[in-house]
């Protein structure tokens, strides 16, 4: 274990992704001692789309503070979107633009605003167990440390968080590489049979704007991009053009169940308290709010004003009321998206002919109504 790291903290956050580091941020910012603990290693890629929704930039710009917002000033605005599905081409405004970053540089800029802003930040530093509760045992790959509270942001796949493969054998995966190639300023979903492909523009690190190609689908065996993009005609065709600028990475599998903000005395945060399917671009900015609205609940505990059991309770009733319907709406529409193609079709088309209808439905897998700071 690093000699200067105190083995007493106010808060232990578990987990360096969007969702610990906006909670140690804010946490620090209000005054508390914080310890943020990460498994891997920043920089690295992500399995993500890396669209990040016009509603959290405000909250991802402070959180950066002075020192990173080269990272905001680099990304590429995205202001208009397509769905491409049943032979259809649905056009959808992005308004406000969202912004395509990629996790290479998103996460690493958050992990430095986290040390900027006076948190103790450990790298490769697996959490193995959480015991007791005031003080909270947490122990580690690096030792054990001590916490009056604990924030688990510890991801949707991690040995602290309940994800289970799914029983009837159907595996939702993701897969992701980043392309040389036409950069079309658009996010564009291709949907086909058994899930659907992501494509938009994302600046390396070196400057050169590439595209991102981002795919959750189902499969029971290995699938090669070539057999990925056969599944949708255009995409088959644009892809012609494209040179993978590095090996595909995947994720473990992907499942969806109830969101679950608090777990014994632990706030949780990000994907470790709810997976929203990805689709709907709205996980990045769910893990900035929600580790943001913990921290604020874990500190009026920490700061005294309250016990920690209450502190849980108005986090959960908080999560409910402002986070937890963009859950319900995308699992609706993912829902829509399963239905028979002909019961589709009448609502694709009234969507196609007025893209303030899918603007509206858009809108409404946003989450909203959380203050910064
Ligand atoms: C295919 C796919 C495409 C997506 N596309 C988009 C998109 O375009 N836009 C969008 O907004 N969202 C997208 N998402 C969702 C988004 O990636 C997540 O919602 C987001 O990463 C959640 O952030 P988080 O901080 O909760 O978790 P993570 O980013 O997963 O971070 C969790 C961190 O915890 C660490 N960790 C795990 N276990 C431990 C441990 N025991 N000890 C210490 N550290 C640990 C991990 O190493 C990791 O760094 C997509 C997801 C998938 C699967």
């Not at 990272?71 to 912004?99: E, H, M």
């Not at 605003?113 to 490769?124: H, I, P, R, W």
């Not at 255009?234 to 109830?258: G, I, K």
Request: contains cysteine; positive net charge; aromatic residues 8%.
């Amino acid at each position: 274990m690093e000699a200067s790291v105190s083995q007493n903290s106010d808060l232990i956050v578990i987990g360096g992704g969007p969702a610990g580091t906006s909670a140690a941020i804010t946490a620090a910012r209000e005054g508390c001692r914080v310890l943020l603990l990460e498994r891997g290693r920043f920089p690295r890629h992500k399995v993500c789309g890396e669209f990040v929704s016009a509603e959290s930039l405000e909250l991802l710009k402070w959180l950066l503070g002075d020192a990173e917002q080269d990272l905001l000033r680099n990304s590429i605005l995205l202001s208009k979107s397509r769905l491409l599905l049943d032979g259809r081409s649905v056009r959808i405004p992005v308004t406000p633009p969202a912004a395509s970053i990629a996790r290479y540089d998103l996460d690493l800029a958050l992990w430095n605003a986290a040390q900027n802003a006076g948190v103790t930040a450990l790298q490769e530093t697996s959490v193995r167990g959480i015991e007791g509760h005031q003080p909270f045992q947490v122990q580690t790959t690096a030792g054990d440390f001590h916490g009056r509270a604990v924030i688990n942001a510890s991801g949707r796949w991690s040995n602290l968080s309940q994800a289970t493969p799914s029983s009837n054998g159907a595996r939702w995966l993701g897969l992701k590489a980043h392309f040389h190639g036409e950069t079309d300023p658009s996010v564009d979903l291709y949907f086909f049979k058994d899930g659907y492909c992501g494509v938009q523009p994302v600046r390396a690190p070196n400057g050169e704007v590439l595209v991102n190609v981002c795919a959750l689908f189902q499969t029971s065996e290995r699938t090669t991009w070539e057999d990925l993009f056969s599944r949708h005609p255009l995409l088959d065709e644009r892809a012609q053009n494209w040179t993978a600028a590095f090996s595909p990475l995947s994720t473990f599998p992907v499942t969806f169940r109830t969101p679950q903000p608090v777990s014994g005395h632990v706030f949780n945060a990000g994907d470790a308290a709810g997976f929203v399917d990805p689709f709907v671009g709205d996980g990045i900015a769910l893990a900035l709010r929600s580790g943001n609205l913990a921290a604020r609940h874990a500190r009026s505990f920490l700061s005294g004003h309250s016990d920690l059991k209450p502190a849980l309770r108005l986090y959960e009733s908080d999560y409910r009321r402002r986070l937890r319907p963009v859950y319900n709406v995308s699992s609706l529409l993912r829902k829509f998206l399963l239905l028979p193609r002909g019961v589709r079709a009448p609502f694709l088309a009234a969507c196609e002919r007025s893209p303030r209808l899918a603007q509206y439905l858009v809108a409404a897998t946003r989450s909203r109504h959380t203050e910064a700071a």
